[in-house]
């Protein structure tokens, strides 16, 4: 009924371990529990004598067990069928490889009890378990079992040496007309129940062994439903936690194997499992780690591995439990801790992340360390948190570049990263790579004062005239002071490093020369001319700056601080005898720009489909051109702004 192909359920520690706290909680003696309602009084405020009476009522904990059961399969199926699943989205990539690995540490160090055959290692629940565990089992090897350390050691040799030196070796299978994959576990299993029939290793020598496995399965029986409503959100929590358990290992696989997964699907498996277990006294179920690492490594690929491991598991329960009743519990524990050592290899994959991206890296290194150190239901939660907070953090401090216009092109790219970029003479062209809203408004206003020398008291800075670029081979006569505005320095073009555009001819549908090289082509003393001198003179540092254009093309949407933030920052350039543009909006940003209101600063008139049309529009205002045949060109080469009208 799932989606994936790898994943197989079963018990997960950390699932099993909020079930036992609900049923701790509201167990009690007479197989039932009372909802106080009228007296506002919560069961969990049972006294102590009743928490110790409970111990002795195994029948009362059944009933609640398996109303939690039920209880977190309704939820589930619930959350399936309402879609649900797209939570799916908020666990990221790295988070799920983080989140899995922390999972593997705690599964792995479960096992260290059985192979090292410590029956004193004390067990521990709850934030720092691990670094707890790992204290007592120091404190407590000096009392390791060397017969089950003997018997850990020669299954590891055993099981490595098939899986590295047999299964997974180019050179040993190149020996072979097909890949042939020993099943290295099924192995262990009946070796290890064969030597320790044969030698009474559980009498003789003290080795746990797996002990008495009732036959058949239990008497199916009716939940009570009506103590479900007193826990009901509790068992809410377990759901969300066993979901994400499962879809974790399922998204991994999934990734690792390439195929589709659905997050709805998975949910409605699930809860379907948990309410078929729920009649049959069973724990919430969620993917089983060991058995899913052991099906990958034996070569599962479908889920008829997970058919064939339910039916044989079913075979057992009914006739043949008997003949595992010897296997030591080492032998177990060897064949998880193997199988975890694919995932443990993840925790050098921090390494590989922060060359990539710092922010990646510490989502997964967060997730990891989270479930490691505060266990798997916290370590989730922080895990999503600072997952969802890497976003904001991405958004609220955005990059706001300097845009200029590629040589003989239409193209406006950023300044610093070509050489053959440089900014339009009177104009200062910027970028905005993240949604205006909110958190980064003020971001946004900070920076395009600096970049503009604006102040929040709308006058310009003071400053001094830089001094002019020298570019070689571009002369041309340059634009005066209007208004006495101090100019604003420009990018150096023969500095700026890194890339270089390809050489593009100019956009036009007309056979023409645009107006734009019409106008701005000039004549050396040598009798040579040049081109795109209104992008290219030698003067082009003394223009000074009239126009302000902000192209919206990387933001998403705006709300409605962003929208005054962009208001205020057109009233700051009027003020300053400046006019502020706003190019290649979405959609979605010019219907806010139309529902809160436009100012007398910033109308339909000053937003244009394309930075170039703003830019064409900016040097018309400019240079006040005359001539009706250059009049005509430039209403053939420059687009009208966006008629929001209609």
């Given amino acids: 009924?799932?989606?994936?192909?790898?994943?197989?359920?079963?018990?997960?520690?950390?699932?099993?371990?909020?079930?036992?706290?609900?049923?701790?909680?509201?167990?009690?003696?007479?197989?039932?529990?009372?909802?106080?309602?009228?007296?506002?009084?919560?069961?969990?405020?049972?006294?102590?004598?009743?928490?110790?009476?409970?111990t002795s009522h195994l029948e009362s904990r059944i009933e609640v067990m398996i109303c939690v059961t039920l209880a977190v399969g309704i939820w589930q199926v619930l959350m399936g069928t309402f879609g649900l699943g797209y939570m799916s989205v908020y666990l990221s990539d790295q988070l799920v490889t983080g989140f899995t690995t922390g999972t593997a540490v705690h599964v792995f160090t479960s096992q260290l009890k059985s192979i090292f055959g410590l029956r004193r290692m004390r067990d521990f629940n709850g934030?720092?378990?691990?670094?707890?565990?790992?204290?007592?089992?120091?404190?407590?090897?000096?009392?390791?079992?060397?017969?089950?350390?003997?018997?850990?050691?020669?299954?590891?040799?055993?099981?490595?040496?098939?899986?590295?030196?047999?299964?997974?070796?180019?050179?040993?299978?190149?020996?072979?007309?097909?890949?042939?994959?020993?099943?290295?576990?099924l192995l262990t299993v009946i070796f290890g129940i064969l030597a320790s029939y044969y030698l009474d290793l559980g009498h003789s020598y003290g080795v746990d062994i797996v002990g008495f496995i009732p036959l058949g399965l239990p008497e199916p029986r009716v939940p009570d439903l009506s103590i479900l409503p007193a826990f009901a959100m509790d068992t809410f929590a377990i759901a969300i936690?066993?979901?994400?358990?499962?879809?974790?290992?399922?998204?991994?696989?999934?990734?690792?194997?390439?195929?589709?997964?659905?997050?709805?699907?998975?949910?409605?498996?699930?809860?379907?499992?948990?309410?078929?277990?729920?009649?049959?006294?069973?724990?919430?179920?969620?993917?089983?780690?060991?058995?899913?690492?052991?099906?990958?490594?034996?070569?599962?690929?479908?889920?008829v591995v997970s058919i064939f491991?339910?039916?044989?598991?079913?075979?057992?329960?009914?006739?043949?439990?008997?003949?595992?009743?010897?296997?030591?519990?080492?032998?177990?524990?060897?064949i998880i801790a193997v199988a975890l050592i694919g995932m443990l290899k993840d925790i050098w994959l921090v390494r590989k992340l922060g060359k990539i991206s710092a922010i990646d890296a510490s989502v997964f290194l967060i997730s990891l360390l989270a479930v490691v150190i505060l266990d798997v239901d916290i370590g989730l939660a922080v895990a999503v948190g600072w997952s969802l907070l890497t976003v904001v953090l991405r958004t609220q401090r955005p990059d706001v570049p300097i845009l200029g216009r590629a040589l003989h092109t239409d193209i406006y790219r950023r300044v610093n990263d070509y050489k053959s970029v440089a900014e339009v003479d009177g104009c200062k062209i910027i970028g905005f790579n993240a949604p205006l809203y909110f958190a980064n408004a003020d971001y946004f206003l900070r920076k395009v004062r600096a970049i503009t020398h604006l102040n929040q008291y709308h006058f310009p800075d003071e400053q001094q005239n830089p001094t002019p670029k020298q570019v070689k081979d571009h002369d041309s006569p340059t634009i005066p002071f209007t208004d006495n505005q101090p100019p604003v320095p420009h990018h150096s073009i023969l500095a700026l490093p890194k890339f270089h555009l390809p050489h593009l001819h100019h956009h036009t549908t007309s056979q023409e020369p645009s107006i734009e090289n019409e106008f701005v082509t000039a004549v050396k003393p040598d009798g040579t001319t040049i081109t795109d001198a209104a992008t290219w003179t030698a003067g082009y540092f003394d223009q000074p700056i009239k126009h302000i254009i902000l192209d919206c093309s990387s933001i998403s949407f705006i709300d409605i601080n962003g929208v005054q933030a962009v208001k205020d920052l057109a009233g700051q350039c009027a003020a300053a005898n400046m006019t502020f543009f706003l190019a290649s909006c979405k959609p979605e940003v010019i219907d806010m720009l139309m529902l809160c209101?436009?100012?007398?600063?910033?109308?339909?008139?000053?937003?244009?489909?394309?930075?170039?049309?703003?830019?064409?529009?900016?040097?018309?205002?400019?240079?006040?051109?005359?001539?009706e045949a250059r009049r005509k060109l430039v209403v053939q080469s420059c687009s009208r702004p966006i008629n929001l009208s209609n």
């Fill in 1 to 54: 009924m799932a989606s994936s192909k790898h994943v197989s359920i079963g018990v997960f520690a950390i699932v099993s371990i909020m079930t036992g706290k609900v049923v701790q909680q509201y167990a009690l003696p007479n197989h039932a529990v009372s909802v106080l309602t009228a007296a506002n009084i919560s069961i969990a405020s049972s006294t102590k004598d009743v928490e110790s009476d409970v």
């Fill in 127 to 185: 934030p720092l378990k691990i670094i707890y565990t790992w204290v007592e089992f120091f404190s407590a090897i000096r009392y390791t079992h060397f017969p089950t350390l003997i018997i850990s050691a020669v299954c590891l040799n055993f099981l490595l040496l098939i899986k590295y030196g047999f299964n997974e070796n180019k050179w040993t299978q190149s020996h072979f007309p097909c890949h042939i994959h020993l099943p290295g576990e």
């Fill in 241 to 303: 936690v066993s979901f994400a358990i499962q879809l974790s290992f399922a998204k991994m696989y999934s990734m690792k194997h390439k195929y589709q997964m659905d997050p709805n699907q998975e949910l409605r498996a699930l809860g379907c499992s948990n309410i078929f277990g729920g009649f049959f006294q069973c724990l919430p179920s969620s993917a089983f780690l060991g058995r899913v690492a052991a099906q990958s490594s034996v070569g599962g690929e479908s889920q």
């Fill in 309 to 334: 491991a339910a039916g044989l598991m079913l075979i057992v329960l009914l006739f043949l439990g008997n003949l595992l009743e010897a296997l030591p519990k080492a032998c177990l524990g060897c």
């Fill in 597 to 627: 209101g436009y100012s007398k600063d910033l109308t339909a008139n000053h937003i244009f489909m394309h930075v170039h049309d703003a830019v064409i529009q900016a040097l018309r205002d400019n240079e006040g051109w005359r001539g």
